[in-house]
C-alpha cells in the first residue's frame, strides 16, 4: 500500500546508553498522543527500567514478529503490521539494531526505510558510537567492536535530530543507583565502557557531529535564500596565504585572532591563478604553511580564480567567515598609486567580513615576482628574425611584376607578418610589420619609388595594416606565452602530484625521495648533505644517482662547486640539497625547494623512528628492571623478616618452649620460606625474561584456576575478600604463576586500605577480545593526578617510607601485567574507593 509523500524521520541521538534518549522518545509520544496524533509502539526496549516501563502505560504496541534461531526466541519489529495499521507516527527503538536470521532485512534502520516509504513518520533512537564514519573513532576509544552500525547519510537526512545529552558523571550517578543496567552489571559497566574518559570524548563526538549537521543546515538556508551577507554563529577566521615568506607571520597571527574566541575556526586559502601566470607563490612555503595551519588546528583550502580579491571574497562568503587576515601589500608606492592592489581591492569587496591587513618585513623588499621572460626559446626566436629579413624583401620580389591591386598586396604582408608571429613571437613580428610598411609604401603605393603617399586611402589602408599587424603579433605571442606557462605549471603540479604520492603511500625514505627528485629533473646525482654545526665539515645523509656529491657548490645557485654540484637548497643551517647535471631554471627551483623541504621532513620522520625503535627495548628492560626492584624491595622483606624472627626466637636458650609454641614457630618459618621460595623462582624468572632468555608462558587460563589459590596467599587476610565472577567468564591468556603474584599484591593492597566492614570484592567481565578481573575496595581512594605516580616503586603518593610497602606491589603488578600483554588501570570506585582492573587477551 503505497503513500504519495514519504514519512518524517525524527531521531534522538545520545552519546552513550543511559542518558535518557527512550524516556525523551517516549515523554514526547505522550505528548503528541494528548494532541490528539495517532501515535503506536513499533519496538521499544525498557531493559528493565522502570520509569521507562511506566511511560508504555496507555500507549498502543503493535506486536512484533517473533523469529526462532538456535532454540532462541526473538522479538523484533514487525514492519509490515505497522503498515498495515498505518498510524501517523511509530517509535522504534535503537535504530542501528541488527535483526535476527530469517528477517526480511538484516538491520532495522532497513525496516525504518520501508516505514518511511509508506508514508508513516518514525521516531527513534541512537548512540553517536553507531554511525558508520565514526565507528572506527568509537572502536578505538572504547575499545569494543562496533558491529551495529547505520548510514550517516540516513541520520543526516532525518528531518528532526534532537541531541539528549548528559554529563559523564551524572551518567555515571544514575549507573550506579541502578537507573541503567541491573544491580549484578553495574560494578563491570563503570569499570569498563562508563569510564569518565570513554563518556568524554563519546560526548565530545556527539556534540560535534550534531554542531557540524547544524552548520550544514545553515549553510544550506543561507544558499537556499540567497543570503549573501556574514552570520556570526560561530567565529571563522580566514588567512590569505601567497606562498610568500610572510606566510608564517599571518598564519600565527590569523591562529592569535581565532584564539580570542572559543571554538573559533582557522581557515587558510592560497587563490591559484587560472591562467597559470603566477609564479610568485612557492611550494616549499606553502607546504611549510599549510603543515604550520594544520599544528594550530586549522584547513587548508586552494581555489582557482582569475580575479585574486573576487575569489577571496567568494571563500570567505562560502565558509561563512567572519575574519579574514591579509598581507600588507609588498608592491612599490608607484604601482600603489596606478592601482589599488588585492589588499586594498579585497577590503573595498569584503562587506560585513572585517578585513585585517598585517605588516610584514617583505613589505619593503617590493613584490619579489620574477619578471616574466619569453614565452618562446631562442631557437625560435632567431627564426622569426631570419624570416623577417629574408621573406620580406622575397616577398616583394614575388609579387612586384604581377600588378596586383594594392588591397591584395596588402594582405599577402599581413598574411607573411602572422607568419613571423607564429614562428617568433612579438618583436620579429612588430619588425616585419614596419619593414612591411616601408616597403608597401616604396614599391606599391603611388606615387612608387617615393615616400610620399598620394591618396589620403591608402594612408589609412597602410595604419590599418600595421595596427592589424602589432595586434595580431601581440595576440599570438601571448598565446604561446600563455600556452608555456600552462605547461610549466601542468608539469610542476604533475611532479608535485607525484611527491604528494610518495607521502601519501608513506614511502617516507629520503633515498626514495632523492630518486624520484634526480629522475624528475634528468640529474646526475642529488645528495642531502648535513653538518653538526654551522662552521663543520658536509657528510653525507642519502645520494642518489654518483658519484655523490661531497660539499655544496661554494656560494649560489648555479655555481659549480669542486665536485661540479650545480645547484644547492639551503634548508638550514646544518642541512642542504645538493645536485649535479643540468642547470635549473627558476621555475624549476621552486619544485626542487619543495622536494627539499619534503626531504628533510622526511629525514626527521626517519630518526624519529629509529629513535622509537631504539627506546622501546629499553623502556621494556626498564619496566621489568623497575618490577624487579620492587619485588625484591618489598615482597622478600615479609618472608624473610618472619623466617628470622621464628629461627632466632628458637635459638634464643633463654625462653622455654612450649610444644605448641615450637611448632607454631616452626610452621611460621616453614611458610614463610615457602613464599620466598617461590617469589625468588618468580623474580629469577623475571631475571631471565628480562635478559630475553625466557619467554613469558601464555596459555589459555580459567579464572577459577588462579583466583582462589590467590585468595589463599593472603592468610588471614583471606576473609576480608569477596569473589563475585561469573560462571561463563570465558578463558584468556596469561601465565598463571605471574597472574597470580598480580591478583595477591592487588587485593592485599585493597584489604590494606579498605575499611573493616567493608570487603574487597574481585569481579570479572569480557568486553569483546579482552577479559578484565578487577578489585574493587571502598577505601580512601587515589587522587587522579596521583593514579600513575603509586607505580613508582618506593613510593607511596609521595611518601618514602618503606617499612609498609604500600606501592610497591603495584610497580610489580603492572610490570607482571604487560609482560602478559595485558594493561593495569586504576578508577575512583562510584561511592567511594579505588577499583583496580586487569585486562587481559581472551583466549581464542
Request: proline share 5%.
Amino acid at each position: 500500500m503505497g503513500s504519495t509523500s514519504r514519512g518524517r524521520l525524527r531521531v534522538y541521538l545520545g552519546a552513550a546508553p543511559g542518558v535518557g534518549k527512550t524516556y525523551a522518545m517516549l515523554s514526547e509520544a505522550r505528548r503528541a498522543k494528548e494532541r490528539g496524533r495517532d501515535v503506536v509502539v513499533g519496538h521499544v526496549e525498557t531493559h528493565g527500567r522502570d520509569q521507562v516501563a511506566r511511560l508504555l502505560d496507555g500507549l498502543e504496541t503493535v506486536p512484533g514478529r517473533t523469529v526462532v534461531h538456535r532454540g532462541a526466541t526473538f522479538t523484533e519489529l514487525d514492519a509490515d503490521a505497522v503498515i498495515a495499521r498505518r498510524p501517523t507516527a511509530v517509535l522504534v527503538d535503537e535504530l542501528a539494531h541488527t535483526n535476527a536470521p530469517g528477517s526480511r532485512h538484516a538491520k532495522r534502520w532497513q525496516d525504518v526505510q520501508d516505514i518511511l516509504d509508506a508514508g508513516i513518520d518514525v521516531v527513534s533512537t541512537l548512540n553517536i558510537q553507531h554511525l558508520e564514519s565514526l565507528r572506527d573513532v568509537a572502536e578505538q576509544i572504547t575499545g569494543l567492536p562496533q558491529r551495529e552500525t547505520v548510514p550517516d547519510d540516513l541520520v543526516r537526512r532525518a528531518d528532526r535530530l534532537e541531541l539528549v545529552d548528559m554529563s559523564p558523571e551524572a551518567l555515571r550517578r544514575r549507573l550506579a543507583h541502578g537507573n541503567v543496567y541491573p544491580p549484578e552489571r553495574v560494578d563491570a559497566a563503570l569499570a569498563n565502557y562508563f569510564r569518565v574518559g570513554n563518556l568524554s570524548a563519546l560526548r565530545e563526538l556527539a556534540l560535534l557531529w550534531v554542531a557540524d549537521r547544524v552548520d550544514r543546515q545553515l549553510i544550506a538556508y543561507r544558499a537556499d535564500h540567497d543570503i549573501a551577507g556574514t552570520w556570526e554563529a560561530r567565529e571563522r577566521v580566514v588567512v590569505a596565504l601567497t606562498g610568500g615568506p610572510e606566510g608564517d607571520t599571518l598564519v600565527r597571527r590569523a591562529a592569535r585572532i581565532a584564539a580570542r574566541t572559543k571554538g573559533a575556526d582557522l581557515l587558510a586559502v592560497h587563490v591559484t591563478r587560472a591562467d597559470a601566470l603566477s609564479t610568485a607563490s612557492d611550494p616549499a612555503n606553502l607546504a611549510r604553511q599549510r603543515k604550520l595551519v594544520e599544528d594550530l588546528g586549522g584547513t587548508y583550502h586552494q581555489v582557482v580564480g582569475d580575479d585574486i580579491p573576487r575569489a577571496l571574497i567568494a571563500f570567505a562568503d562560502g565558509v561563512n567567515a567572519s575574519q579574514l587576515v591579509l598581507g600588507a601589500s609588498r608592491r612599490g608606492r608607484l604601482a600603489q598609486l596606478l592601482t589599488r592592489g588585492v589588499g586594498m581591492t579585497t577590503a573595498a569587496l569584503a562587506g560585513s567580513i572585517d578585513v585585517h591587513m598585517v605588516p610584514h618585513e617583505a613589505v619593503s623588499g617590493g613584490s619579489g615576482r620574477p619578471q616574466p621572460g619569453g614565452a618562446l626559446t631562442r631557437r625560435r626566436k632567431s627564426a622569426g628574425w631570419a624570416l623577417t629579413l629574408a621573406a620580406m624583401p622575397a616577398l616583394t620580389a614575388v609579387i612586384a611584376p604581377l600588378d596586383l591591386s594594392l588591397p591584395s598586396e596588402i594582405l599577402l604582408f599581413l598574411l607573411l607578418v602572422v607568419g613571423v608571429a607564429l614562428v617568433g613571437g612579438m618583436w620579429p613580428a612588430l619588425t616585419a610589420a614596419v619593414l612591411a610598411f616601408g616597403l608597401l609604401n616604396w614599391f606599391f603605393t603611388p606615387p612608387v619609388h617615393t615616400l610620399t603617399i598620394a591618396e589620403p586611402e591608402n594612408v589609412l589602408s597602410l595604419a590599418i595594416f600595421v595596427l592589424v599587424a602589432a595586434m595580431v603579433s601581440t595576440v599570438v605571442d601571448l598565446a604561446a606565452r600563455r600556452s608555456r606557462e600552462a605547461a610549466r605549471s601542468r608539469a610542476d603540479a604533475e611532479v608535485l602530484s607525484t611527491l604528494a604520492g610518495h607521502v601519501l603511500r608513506g614511502e617516507s625514505a629520503v633515498a626514495s625521495l632523492l630518486g624520484r627528485l634526480r629522475e624528475t629533473f634528468g640529474l646526475t646525482a642529488v645528495t642531502l648533505l648535513e653538518r653538526d654545526d654551522p662552521s663543520g665539515d658536509w657528510r653525507i645523509v642519502a645520494t642518489s644517482g654518483g658519484p655523490p656529491i661531497t660539499t655544496p657548490p661554494a656560494t649560489t645557485p648555479n655555481h659549480a662547486g669542486p665536485d661540479g654540484g650545480s645547484d644547492v637548497v639551503t634548508i638550514d643551517d646544518r642541512l642542504v640539497l645538493a645536485t649535479r647535471g643540468r642547470l635549473l631554471d627558476a621555475s624549476d627551483r621552486r619544485v626542487l625547494e619543495a622536494f627539499a623541504a619534503e626531504a628533510a621532513v622526511a629525514l626527521r620522520q626517519e630518526r624519529l623512528r629509529e629513535a622509537a625503535e631504539r627506546a622501546e627495548p629499553l623502556a621494556e628492560a626498564d619496566r621489568m628492571r623497575t618490577a624487579l626492584l620492587a619485588a625484591v624491595g618489598h615482597d622478600l622483606r615479609t618472608p624473610l623478616a618472619s623466617a628470622m624472627a621464628s629461627v632466632e626466637s628458637l635459638r634464643n636458650t633463654d625462653i622455654i618452649w612450649s610444644d605448641d609454641d615450637r611448632a607454631e614457630l616452626l610452621a611460621t618459618a616453614d611458610e614463610s620460606l615457602v613464599k620466598l621460595n617461590r617469589l625468588v623462582s618468580n623474580l629469577l624468572d623475571m631475571s631471565r625474561l628480562q635478559a630475553g632468555v625466557l619467554g613469558v608462558t601464555l596459555r589459555p587460563v580459567a579464572v577459577e584456576d588462579v583466583l582462589p589459590r590467590a585468595i589463599d596467599d593472603l592468610g588471614p587476610l583471606r576473609d576480608r575478600v569477596r569473589s563475585d565472577v561469573p560462571a561463563d567468564l570465558p578463558e584468556f591468556q596469561a601465565d598463571p604463576a605471574l597472574l597470580e603474584r598480580v591478583l595477591v599484591n592487588l587485593m592485599a593492597n585493597a584489604v590494606r586500605y579498605s575499611p573493616e566492614a567493608e570487603p574487597v570484592l574481585v569481579t570479572a567481565s569480557w568486553h569483546g577480545e579482552r577479559v578484565e578481573l578487577r578489585v574493587i575496595d571502598r577505601g580512601p581512594g587515589i587522587p587522579t593526578e596521583a593514579h600513575e605516580r603509586v607505580f613508582m616503586p618506593f613510593q607511596r603518593l609521595g611518601d618514602r617510607d618503606n617499612h609498609t610497602g604500600v606501592g610497591l606491589g603495584l610497580a610489580l603488578s603492572r610490570g607482571l601485567t604487560e609482560a602478559m600483554g595485558g594493561t593495569l588501570l586504576l578508577e575512583d570506585t562510584p561511592g567511594g574507593g579505588l577499583t583496580m582492573t586487569v585486562s587481559l587477551r581472551r583466549a581464542l
